[in-house]
């Protein structure tokens, strides 16, 4: 082996033991879990490729940058990328309805993409149901144009930190405005900004009854998931839920996005909750 191709192999098995390397028939990039930084050790040691963290917690763009800074040295010695963040917006910062504020959002959303950036973040979550659900007798017709246009001065700003806004659609018990992946692809493709994209989560859909084909149709639009159980939010391989349906799904889009394991979960389910999504996502 020549000097050359010594260097260039040395530079990949580094970068491997850093980013997990998709097996062919695995429709995920890598595998996550939404959790602390302060879990990365146990989640590496798990199964885990990288932590989703929390926007409010993490990010903190409602804090002086003294206090961002101690988190971005903490994020600095984590043993595993940080590559998305949820919980983005609190519910005092309105973004549908008669008190909207969307120049408020925006001030606070630009200081969370700075943020991701410099913590080497690749997609925030746009969940938020706090945030964006409608108040008793608000149109969901006005919510729409309100929540589209937001997103559309919302995308430059991500675009500008190199950062994906991945809209989250909600249980219908947790939120009265983008429940259904349907529906959450009709607002991005409203938007229509490369910055604006779509989140599938297997537990919001299992809950609303959703087909899980339909990730077909939206495929071309999605950049991020979320996975757990359908009857308490349970990690996979805890209940035995079938995932294969939305897993071959994804893999007829070619989705090649990150998955997180959200929900409620202790560490020492993860290991065969990461095995059980391999497990399934693999053809038989």
């Given at each position: 082996m020549n000097r050359r191709c010594f260097s260039l192999s040395a530079i990949a098995a580094?970068?491997?033991?850093r980013v997990w390397c998709k097996p062919a028939a695995l429709p995920f990039s890598a595998l996550g879990a939404c959790a602390s930084l302060t879990d990365a050790e146990a989640i590496k040691a798990a199964g885990g490729q990288y932590i989703e963290e929390n926007v409010q917690k993490f990010l903190v763009p409602n804090k002086p940058d003294s206090e961002w800074l101690a988190n971005l040295e903490r994020a600095k010695a984590c043993p595993l990328p940080i590559l998305s963040c949820n919980s983005f917006l609190p519910g005092s910062l309105r973004c549908t309805g008669s008190d909207a504020d969307h120049d408020a959002v925006?001030?606070?959303?630009?200081?969370?993409?700075?943020?991701?950036?410099?913590?080497?973040?690749?997609?925030?979550?746009?969940g938020s149901s706090g945030s964006r659900s409608l108040r008793e007798g608000f149109p969901s017709a006005k919510a729409e144009e309100q929540f589209v246009a937001l997103l559309k001065q919302m995308g430059p700003l991500a675009s500008a930190s190199g950062i994906t806004i991945a809209v989250e659609p909600l249980r219908r018990q947790e939120c009265n405005?983008?429940?259904?992946?349907?529906?959450?692809?009709?607002i991005v493709e409203g938007a229509s900004h490369p910055n604006i994209r779509l989140l599938f989560d297997c537990y919001h859909m299992l809950q609303n009854g959703e087909d899980p084909g339909d990730l077909e149709k939206v495929g071309h639009l999605l950049v991020h998931g979320h996975i757990a159980e359908k009857e308490n939010r349970s990690a996979p391989g805890v209940a035995g839920d079938d995932f294969r349906p939305f897993f071959s799904a994804l893999a007829q889009t070619g989705y090649n996005g990150c998955l997180s394991i959200e929900g409620k979960w202790t560490l020492d389910e993860l290991p065969r909750a990461f095995a059980e999504?391999?497990?399934?996502?693999?053809?038989a």
């Open positions: 580094a970068a491997a033991q925006l001030r606070y959303a630009e200081t969370a993409f700075r943020r991701g950036q410099q913590a080497g973040l690749k997609v925030i979550v746009f405005f983008i429940n259904t992946v349907l529906e959450g692809a009709a999504i391999r497990r399934q996502a693999f053809p």
